[in-house]
């Protein structure tokens, strides 16, 4: 995870701080160390990381705890606050052309091997791309292949046409086409030279774009902060794509951007397919690194993958206590298209302290499941009560085993656990329902319930008070 040490030094510092009533350099001095050391490890800048010190031990030091407000919670809302604030505090959206204006233009720049030519077909959206890479071998031909594979059109030309000339045709070819934005994809070197920042200079100035991105590989820690800066000092840009976030275990190019050239990250790439490419919001970065989760992307990774219709359905089933294993298997394939099922816990507050060992064993629990009910017939997968008891079960549960190559006791342990799970999703979600004041069990549902104005507290009172005048039955009668 990343950051993972940094998210533990927190959990610790939280804990230390617990029953005093003040922060002070003694009781918040040495986690403010150990914040520090966690961040050179994950490759942050040190001008960066020596400032974000200075200015946490400046506010926190001899603060007073709010009343209500745990100390430890509190220290962590200032680390939260100036975490925030050096990756940019508000998100950076793209540039927008006023309509009738002509189209907008957007200029990606990088060194060789960023992934520039993936960025530029991520961001395509009705657009048309521009193939401006007249260096590298197949550059065009991969651009046409990822660009086939979102619908998109790619405007080419003759390479010895030149970069420039290439570009004001394909602007010329998207205003003629009413295309609503055009994404030029440059050449990279291995390094910063002089024609590289020359022909990007030219390129620039034929098209005069609204935003000039440059595309980093978050794999070089600091030194994409640098090469921010170096391009920024010698074209001219206006921000930056973060690539490869999800291969970054260190993620110091995410601190470090903003602060050392003043320029915003504006989009990350978070796996290698084409929709992999997410707007990049400071404050929730921040929440991850301190391992407080990031509901809010979970929140609409789920919204992109949900169908309305079906997730009222499932929900219907788990109140009526109804949840089949094909339901089960809708569930994982819903989660699959949001991404991989550890990249989407570390999402979830309180997981930081969840090992990357642990990570992988929930995972292969969930495809061992999926292999199991795989080898389930239509009947059993609709109607789990099938392999819980009765003298087929036995047999079914046998079968099921050899037909995914997995033991028998595999197969027991699923459907044990599956029955426990739809217990308790029932009981969840009748009582939110219920709390929620409609649904099963609540006061508009069919069980009646307790009427809105009682609270919850009133709620168990009175359930407390009913058992007690219950006859006793059993032991103790």
Do not use: H, W
Not at 347 to 363: C, F, K, N
Not at 365 to 391: F, H
């Amino acid at each position: 995870m990343m950051f993972e040490s940094l998210a533990e030094k927190m959990d610790q510092t939280v804990r230390k701080l617990r029953g005093t009533d003040k922060i002070t350099e003694a009781n918040i001095g040495g986690a403010l160390k150990e914040v520090r050391r966690s961040m050179l490890d994950a490759d942050v800048n040190l001008r960066v990381v020596d400032q974000l010190i200075a200015d946490v031990r400046e506010r926190a030091v001899g603060s007073q705890v709010v009343a209500g407000v745990e100390p430890g919670q509190q220290f962590i809302k200032i680390i939260y606050e100036e975490l925030t604030r050096v990756m940019g505090k508000d998100a950076a959206p793209l540039a927008r052309r006023a309509a009738g204006s002509g189209p907008t233009v957007v200029l990606l720049a990088g060194l060789q091997g960023a992934g520039k030519t993936t960025a530029a077909a991520k961001l395509a959206l009705y657009v048309l791309l521009v193939a401006c890479d007249v260096y590298r071998p197949a550059a065009v031909e991969q651009l046409q292949t990822l660009a086939g594979m979102i619908d998109v059109d790619v405007f080419t030309a003759d390479l010895e046409l030149g970069a420039v000339e290439i570009a004001r045709r394909g602007l010329t070819a998207a205003e003629e086409g009413k295309y609503d934005t055009v994404i030029i994809d440059t050449a990279g070197r291995q390094v910063i030279n002089d024609k590289l920042m020359r022909e990007l200079r030219d390129v620039k100035a034929a098209t005069r774009p609204d935003d000039t991105l440059l595309v980093v590989d978050a794999m070089t820690g600091q030194e994409a902060a640098n090469l921010t800066r170096a391009f920024n000092d010698s074209v001219g840009i206006t921000g930056a794509i973060l690539t490869k976030l999800d291969g970054d275990t260190r993620g110091g190019a995410a601190l470090s951007v903003q602060s050392v050239s003043g320029k915003p990250i504006k989009f990350v790439g978070t796996g290698e397919k084409v929709e992999k490419l997410e707007p990049f919001f400071p404050e929730r970065m921040a929440s991850r690194i301190l391992g407080m989760g990031d509901v809010l992307t979970l929140v609409d990774k789920a919204e992109e993958a949900m169908d309305v219709k079906e997730a009222e359905a499932l929900t219907k089933r788990m109140v009526e206590n109804t949840f089949d294993f094909e339901d089960f298997l809708k569930q994982s394939k819903m989660i699959s298209t949001m991404g991989s099922f550890g990249g989407l816990m570390k999402m979830l507050p309180g997981v930081g302290s969840i090992s990357g060992q642990q990570m992988a064993q929930a995972e292969q629990k969930l495809k061992l499941a999926t292999c199991l009910i795989n080898s389930m017939t239509v009947a059993e997968r609709r109607q789990p009560d099938l392999l819980g008891s009765g003298g087929a079960a036995a047999s079914r549960l046998s079968r099921i085993a050899r037909g995914s190559g997995r033991s028998v006791a595999d197969a027991k342990t699923l459907v044990s656990d599956f029955q426990r799970m739809r217990t308790m999703m029932a009981k969840m979600s009748k009582k939110m329902m219920a709390e929620q004041g409609g649904g099963p069990g609540g006061p508009d549902g069919p069980g009646g319930g307790a009427p809105p104005s009682v609270n919850r507290a009133q709620r168990r009172k009175a359930s407390k008070k009913k058992a007690q005048s219950a006859p006793k039955r059993g032991f103790g009668k």
